[in-house]
């Protein structure tokens, strides 16, 4: 099992600037992603960002030059520092493990709580 923990998100008008973190516990495997999910009402999860291992980064289009995803000093956390802020971002985002490391854990996903960040217009 993996617990993720997040922190963050919260009320801020277009343009401003919101940075979530996430940290994760119990058993990370050597290869793995972690990354930034948002869900908005009525709409599927989608990704917005994700770092994998070996620090390869895939952003969605729709956040590229705006968020960047890095990691945190502290071993196993992932930063989201989200700048220009859009109404469309408004969404609930999700920190996500997934297991990479060939074997039997393979592919297993697992998701924080959740977090509420809004963008007024």
């Known amino acids: 099992q993996v617990h993720l ?9 277009a343009g401003g600037s919101l940075r979530l973190s996430c940290t994760a516990s119990g058993m990370i495997f ?7 999910y948002r869900q908005a009402p009525g709409k599927q999860r989608e990704l917005v960002a994700k770092i994998h291992s070996s620090d390869w980064i ?9 968020f960047t995803i890095s990691r945190g000093d502290i071993k196993n956390t992932v930063h989201l520092q989200m700048n220009t802020l859009k109404p469309e971002d408004t ?11 060939p074997g039997p854990n ?6 924080g709580q959740g ?4 963008v007024s217009s």
């Open 5 to 13: 923990v997040e922190s963050g998100g919260g009320l801020v008008q």
């Open 30 to 36: 050597s290869i793995n992603e972690m990354g930034w």
């Open 58 to 66: 895939t952003y969605a289009e729709s956040v590229k030059g705006r």
């Open 91 to 101: 969404a609930v985002y999700y920190c996500n493990h997934r297991h990479l490391t």
């Open 106 to 111: 393979y592919g297993n996903d697992y998701w």
């Open 115 to 118: 977090t509420q960040v809004t």
